[in-house]
T-cell receptor
Framework: EAGVVQSPRYKIIEKKQPVAFWCNPI?????LYWYLQNLGQGPELLIR????????DSQLPKDRFSAERLKGVDSTLKIQPAELGDSAVYLC?????????????FGPGTRLTVL | GENVEQHPSTLSVQEGDSAVIKCTYS??????FPWYKQELGKRPQLIID?????GEKKDQRIAVTLNKTAKHFSLHITETQPEDSAVYFC????????????FGTGTRLQVTL
């Protein structure tokens, strides 16, 4: 079974430019998460989807960040415009069903560098 | 919201020794506590988890203990090997949003020969 796929793996952009990250979860997983991981820190949740519905986006900086999961499968996270402080690894994860004990499977992440 | 603190931030042990990583959480209603291992440049992977209805769980060389009264849980690795070298993250799930994990800041474990 293929794992969570993310692309690109690395992205370097100049500040004020837009950037987008793509995630394909494990087949059959209806819950999808986007996390931000700063260097030396644990992942921090940005947004959680159940199917195509964003059920928790309280930590998403909505002035510059947006996300979508139109058909309840793939998801895209966008930043526009990017700032220097956005440099980090953006992790996507998925889990089969919502509930307290379901393992979250992480993708390899996209490392963003904003110059 | 939930707050998870993790100690130590770095840990160096000799091969064969034991390693212990400790976490505390703030929300007494949290009921699920997974541990993730992240090797350099790779994705976090679940290594063990514990639910609030048990106090200890073991899987070969890895064990986790939970003290709900004190709101802390610990990861124990015995007979450490060089391949155990990685960053370990603890996490806790919040009440009512059980799929939302709050992670600790990580412990970088180095196992030396």
């Amino acid at each position: 079974e293929a794992g969570v796929v993310q692309s690109p793996r690395y992205k370097i952009i100049e500040k004020k430019q837009p950037v987008a990250f793509w995630c394909n979860p494990i087949s059959g997983h209806n819950t999808l998460y986007w996390y931000l991981q700063n260097l030396g820190q644990g992942p921090e949740l940005l947004i959680r989807y159940e199917n195509e519905e964003a059920v928790d986006d309280s930590q998403l900086p909505k002035d510059r960040f947006s996300a979508e999961r139109l058909k309840g499968v793939d998801s895209t996270l966008k930043i526009q415009p990017a700032e220097l402080g956005d440099s980090a690894v953006y992790l996507c994860a998925s889990s089969p069903i919502t509930g307290p004990y379901n393992e979250q499977f992480f993708g390899p992440g996209t490392r963003l560098t904003v110059l | 919201g939930e707050n998870v603190e993790q100690h130590p931030s770095t840990l160096s042990v000799q091969e064969g020794d034991s390693a212990v990583i400790k976490c505390t959480y703030s929300d007494s209603a949290s009921n699920y506590f997974p541990w993730y291992k992240q090797e350099l440049g790779k994705r976090p992977q679940l290594i063990i988890d514990i639910r609030s209805n048990v106090g200890e769980k073991k899987d070969q060389r890895i064990a986790v203990t939970l003290n709900k009264t004190a709101k802390h849980f610990s990861l124990h690795i015995t007979e450490t090997q060089p391949e155990d070298s990685a960053v370990y993250f603890c996490a806790a799930s919040e009440t009512g949003t059980a799929s939302k994990l709050t992670f600790g800041t990580g412990t970088r474990l180095q196992v030396t020969l």
